[in-house]
C-alpha cells in the first residue's frame, strides 16, 4: 500500500508534509559549498540539544543499519570481545555482527518480554573483559524500552570498554541523556522519531570512542573516522545527502520549538493511550511488566482466534495499518507504532478504535 | 550555494523536479507492501535493459562510495589480490581499499590525462593472478573515459579473476554493454546521469561474482550477499528508501522513453559542443586526447592567470558553478559536468558562454 490512510507502523513511520517538501528544492553539490557545511554543523548542534550531550556528532547518509555495522566495526578488532546486553532481536544481533568480523561475542540474555538483570551484566562484565558493550534502548520488535542505560554506562567505566547504545527507534520520543549515561556510541535512525524517509543516521561519539576508533583504523563507507574533521576541514567521505540534512534541519528545529520535555510527553500519552485503549478491549501486552514498556511503540499479543495475516488483511480493509513481527515473535505479536509524527493522541485513537471495531466484528 | 543558476557540475547534477516530487508522496514501510518489492523488480528489469545485461541487479540505500567498498569488499579476502587499472583517483581508491581489508593490490597505472595499456594489464594480470581486476569507466575527476572494457573484460576470464567496473558517472550517458564487456561488480551512482540525489546506488552482479560472494561471506551495511535472494524472499536487509526508489523508477523510465541510444547521443553532442566551444575560447584539454574524453564531463587545464579559487568566484558572481578538483589535479584542472539532466546542449552553450565571457572580461 502506496500511503497507509492510517499510519500506525513501528517505522518508517508517516513524514509530514513539510518534512517531504524539503525535495523540491534542487540543491547544488554538498561537497562545495560553505552553506552545506553551516547546515550538518546546524544539525549537530541541535542533535547535541536533543539527546544532551556535549561530544561529537555525526550524520551520515544510509539506513540506521550502516551505523549499527559502523559502530561496531570502528570499535572492535578481530578477537575482541563484545559484550550484548541483549532482550530481542536488535540485542543479539550486536553479538552477529562482532563475530562477523572475527571478533568475540557474548550475550547476556533475557526474554524478550524482560529486560536484562545490570547485576548480570557487571558479573559478565568483569569476568569477559569486553572491549564494548552494546545495549538496545528500545527495542522495536518486542515494545520494551531499558530503564538502566546510566548502570550499563558505569558498568562499561568499570572495565574500561566503550558503551554503545542503540536508540535508533526512541531518541527523540523518550530522554536519552548520553552524557549522563555515559554513552560513548549513540545510534539513531531517520525514520523513526525524527519522521524522515530512511536515508540519514545519526550518531553521537565520545571522545573515549574517538580514541578506540583511532587505535581500530576501521575502514570503509560505514567508517567512523573520516567523520571526526569534517567541521573543521570541511570534507566528506561522500557526496552527503543535502536534501536529507535540510529536512533533518526541520525535524529538529520542530522539536525544539515543541521543546523535548513536550515531545516526550505526548509520545507517553500516546503510548499510555494506545495501552490502556489496548487493554481494555481485551488485549494482552507482550512485555511482561506496562512499566518496561517503550512510549515509541506498543506490542500486543496477537489475540486467540487470529492469525496474524488474517487480523493485518482486516485492519487493512479499514485503512490501518500497524506492524506485525519477525524472527521468535512473528505470528505471535504485532506493535502499533506511535513515535515521531505517529505520537498523537487522536491518531492512536482513532486507530485504536478501528482495531476494536475490527476484532468485535469478528 | 543553495540552488544553482546554471549547473554544470560533474555531479550531484541538478535534479529535475519531477524527480523531487516523488518525496511528495508519504509512502508506507518498504519492509510490509509488495507494492514496494513490485517496484523494485521493475526497477532491476529497466537496469538490466539500460546497461545490457541479463545479470543481477541490486539497489541499495547509500551513496555511491557504499557499493565500490561494497564491491571490493565482498569479493576479496584478506590475503588475496586485486589489480587496480588506474589512470585516476577513483581506479587507485580501489587498491587503497583491497590494502584497508588486509589484502594485496597492485596497479597498473598510466597518467591521469591518459588511459592504461591493455597489454601492460594482460602481463600483470599473468604474473600478479589477482582474484580481482578493477577499472574505472569514467574518471570523474580526469574527465577520461575508458575504451577498452571488453578486452579487460577478457583478460580478466583468462586468469580466472571477477571483473569490477566503476560506471558510477558514465552508466546511462554512455553505452556501458555489462554482459557484452564482462563485467561481474558494474557500478553506478544516483546523482550523475540518473539525476537523483546521492542516496542510492545501482549495481549489476555476474552469477560468477555472486559465487565469490558466497566464498567470501563478507558481512556488512555494504555486503551484497543479503540481496542475493529479495526478489523471491521479500525480505531486505534495512528499510529500503521507497521515495528514492519511486524517483529512480521515473528516471529510468524518462530514459527508455528517450531511448537509450538518443541520451548517448545527447551526452555525446553536449560534451562535443563543450569541447568545441572551450577550445575556440583558448583552453586546454586535460585529457591528452579528444577520443578519451568523456562524454559526461569535460576536463579543461585552468587557463594561465587564473587560480581556481578567482575562477570559479568570477563564474559564481555570474551564476555558473562548474567543479574544481582534488589530489594532485587541485588547482590545475576544473571540469564541465554535462550528465543527465545536465547533458542540455542549450544550457552547455549558455554555460560555455558564460565561462567565456569571464575569461575574456579579464
Redesign the interface.
Given at each position: 500500500?502506496?500511503?497507509?490512510p492510517i499510519?500506525l507502523?513501528p517505522?518508517?513511520v508517516?513524514?509530514p508534509?513539510k518534512i517531504?517538501?524539503?525535495?523540491?528544492?534542487?540543491?547544488?553539490?554538498?561537497d562545495?559549498?560553505a552553506?552545506f557545511y553551516e547546515l550538518y554543523a546546524r544539525n549537530q548542534g541541535l542533535v547535541q540539544k536533543l539527546l544532551e550531550t556535549k561530544e561529537s556528532v555525526v550524520i551520515t547518509?544510509?539506513?540506521?543499519?550502516?551505523i549499527?555495522?559502523?559502530g561496531v566495526?570502528s570499535a572492535l578488532r578481530p578477537g575482541e570481545r563484545l559484550l550484548a546486553v541483549a532482550s530481542g532481536l536488535f540485542g543479539e544481533g550486536f553479538a552477529e555482527?562482532a563475530r562477523?568480523?572475527g571478533a568475540e561475542a557474548e550475550i547476556v540474555a533475557a526474554p524478550y518480554d524482560d529486560l536484562p538483570d545490570p547485576r548480570k551484566v557487571r558479573e559478565a562484565a568483569r569476568r569477559y573483559r569486553p572491549q564494548l558493550i552494546t545495549a538496545v534502548h528500545c527495542e522495536t520488535p518486542s515494545g520494551t524500552l531499558a530503564q538502566n542505560l546510566r548502570e550499563l554506562g558505569e558498568i562499561a567505566r568499570e572495565v574500561d570498554a566503550l558503551f554503545l547504545v542503540d536508540f535508533v527507534s526512541s531518541g527523540g520520543g523518550v530522554p536519552v541523556e548520553v552524557d549522563r549515561n555515559l554513552i560513548d556510541i549513540g545510534l539513531l535512525g531517520s525514520?523513526k522519531v525524527l519522521s524522515l524517509?530512511?536515508?540519514l543516521s545519526v550518531s553521537t561519539v565520545s571522545s573515549r570512542a574517538w580514541n578506540v576508533f583511532e587505535r581500530v583504523g576501521y575502514?570503509?563507507?560505514?567508517a567512523y573516522l573520516p567523520w571526526r574533521k569534517v567541521p573543521e576541514v570541511h570534507a566528506l567521505?561522500?557526496?552527503?545527502?543535502?536534501?536529507?540534512m535540510t529536512a533533518l534541519n526541520i525535524a529538529l528545529e520542530a522539536i525544539m520549538e515543541e521543546g523535548p520535555e513536550n515531545a516526550y510527553a505526548r509520545h507517553a500519552r500516546a503510548a499510555h493511550l494506545c495501552r490502556t485503549m489496548g487493554l481494555e478491549m481485551g488485549l494482552t501486552l507482550f512485555p511482561m511488566r506496562e512499566e518496561i514498556c517503550s512510549p515509541t511503540v506498543t506490542a500486543f499479543n496477537i489475540p486467540d482466534g487470529w492469525t496474524w495475516n488474517e487480523l493485518d488483511s482486516a485492519l487493512r480493509s479499514r485503512g490501518l495499518?500497524v506492524?506485525?513481527n519477525y524472527g521468535p515473535l512473528d505470528g505471535r505479536v504485532f506493535r502499533i507504532g506511535h513515535m515521531g509524527s505517529q505520537a498523537d493522541e487522536t491518531l492512536v485513537a482513532k486507530g485504536m478504535g478501528t482495531l476494536e471495531a475490527v476484532l468485535k466484528g469478528r
Open positions: 500500500m502506496k500511503t497507509y499510519a507502523v517505522g518508517p508517516s513524514v508534509q517531504r517538501e524539503a525535495w523540491l528544492t534542487d540543491f547544488g553539490s554538498s562545495l559549498e552553506d547518509s544510509g539506513e540506521a543499519m550502516s549499527l555495522w559502523g566495526k555482527m562477523a568480523i525514520q524517509p530512511p536515508s575502514s570503509g563507507y560505514d567521505p561522500y557526496t552527503h545527502d543535502w536534501q536529507g495499518v506492524g506485525g
